[in-house]
């Protein structure tokens, strides 16, 4: 079993900036993807952004030149810098990881965080 805890949600104001992390643990052979994805309210949950384990990384077009993700592939963390910050950032950010389990069972699986809100007042 995999649990990844997030840290670093909050109350911002607009413009200003924070900095989300996540930290893997449990059964983990090796991580592939990791990434952040978010839910504002009413809407559906949303690709903020994935970085493979070889650190190519993937933006959704609204947080492109603002957010930076980067990971620790010896620690199993990812993070997420946020700067200029939005109103429409608002909403709870979930970290998510595809693990393999076992080197000797060629098979992956998805695991998500709890989640961690993110506030950002105009």
């Known amino acids: 079993q995999v649990r990844l805890v997030e840290s670093g949600g909050g109350l911002v104001q607009a413009g200003g900036s924070l900095r989300l992390s996540c930290a893997a643990s449990g059964t983990i052979f090796v991580s592939n993807t ?3 994805y978010r839910q504002a309210p009413g809407k559906q949950r949303e ?3 994935t970085i493979s384990s ?3 990384t993937n933006y959704a077009d609204s947080v492109k030149a603002r957010f930076t993700i980067s990971r620790d592939n010896a620690r199993n963390t990812v993070h ?3 700067n200029s ?3 429409e950032d608002t909403g709870v950010y979930y970290c998510y990881c595809n693990v393999r389990p076992s080197g000797a069972i060629p098979k992956a699986y ?3 965080g709890q989640g961690t809100q993110v ?3 105009s």
């Open 34 to 36: 990791m990434g952040w």
């Open 47 to 49: 690709l903020v952004a």
């Open 54 to 56: 070889g650190g190519g």
């Open 80 to 82: 997420l810098q946020m």
């Open 85 to 87: 910050l939005k109103p």
């Open 110 to 112: 998805d695991y998500w």
């Open 119 to 121: 506030t950002v007042s």
